[in-house]
């Protein structure tokens, strides 16, 4: 059974950091392809970033420059390492993979504040 959990979110000001993490189970990650999105209040859920399993790299537009997806294959965990950050990145942050079967993570809230 894949699972995946996040962790890592909080409450930041404008311009700075943080860093999610996703533990990956029941899947290798350096064999699959995992993806980051995110869901603001009133809003469709968005892809973010992803990485394949070769660790080719995709970012939407608006985090471009500011966010970076990488992988530890040793801790079988994804990261999004978030710099710059904005008040329109506040947003439930969720991990996914569509191995075998759409999975998604439970979730980890992130919210840009002063």
């Known amino acids: 059974q894949v699972r995946l959990v996040e962790s890592g979110g909080g409450l930041v000001q404008p311009g700075g950091s943080l860093r999610l993490s996703c533990a990956v189970s029941?899947?290798?990650?350096?064999?699959?392809?995992i993806a980051w999105y995110r869901q603001a209040p009133g809003k469709e859920r968005e892809l973010v970033a992803d990485?394949?399993?070769?660790?080719?790299?995709n970012y939407a537009d608006s985090v471009k420059g500011r966010f970076t997806i990488s992988r530890d294959n040793a801790k079988n965990t994804v990261y999004l390492q978030m710099n710059s950050l904005k008040p329109e990145d506040t947003a439930v942050y969720y991990c996914?993979?569509?191995?075998?079967?759409?999975?998604w993570g439970q979730g980890t809230q992130v919210t840009v504040s002063s």
């Open positions: 996914y993979t569509a191995t075998y079967l759409p999975t």
């Open positions: 990485i394949t399993s070769i660790g080719t790299t």
């Open positions: 029941g899947i290798l990650i350096r064999n699959t392809a």
